[in-house]
């Protein structure tokens, strides 16, 4: 009878040591990014600052300047939405690669933080 209420004893507190873990991580992963953190030094450029007016297209095909200046405002246009694009793409991957870098540094202060509390452990 002992054994088994032993035996008993140990499995809830099995249950409930790796409910607690699982309750711990959930909650760890539940944690909100800060809306308002900001690595960014100065305002980042939005599209519209960046890139001129959107073309207005003319009132008729018949007006032949109008629609020699449309299809030069509509090529202006797209050469600045395309080289924003550019931008923003190359940022990106600028950001991607520090936050894969700072993880890579956190990650690795964590493991020299558990070994070298695990090697003083064991001594």
């Not at 790796?18 to 939005?46: G, M």
């Not at 700072?102 to 020299?112: G, H, L, R």
């Amino acid at each position: 009878m002992k054994k088994q209420f032993t035996t008993l004893f140990f499995a809830l507190l099995l249950t409930f040591s790796l409910a607690a873990v699982c309750f711990a991580e959930e909650k760890q992963a539940e944690a909100p990014v800060d809306p308002n953190a900001t690595n960014l030094t100065a305002v980042y450029p939005v599209l519209e600052d960046a890139v001129p007016a959107m073309p207005v297209k003319p009132e008729s095909l018949k007006d032949a300047k109008a629609v020699t200046a449309y299809i030069a405002a509509v090529d202006s246009y797209l050469k600045a939405v395309q080289k924003y694009i550019d931008g923003t793409t190359n940022d990106l991957n600028k950001i991607i690669e520090q936050r894969n870098k700072a993880i890579a540094n956190a990650n690795k202060v964590v493991e020299d933080y558990n070994a070298f509390f695990e090697a003083n452990k064991q001594k």
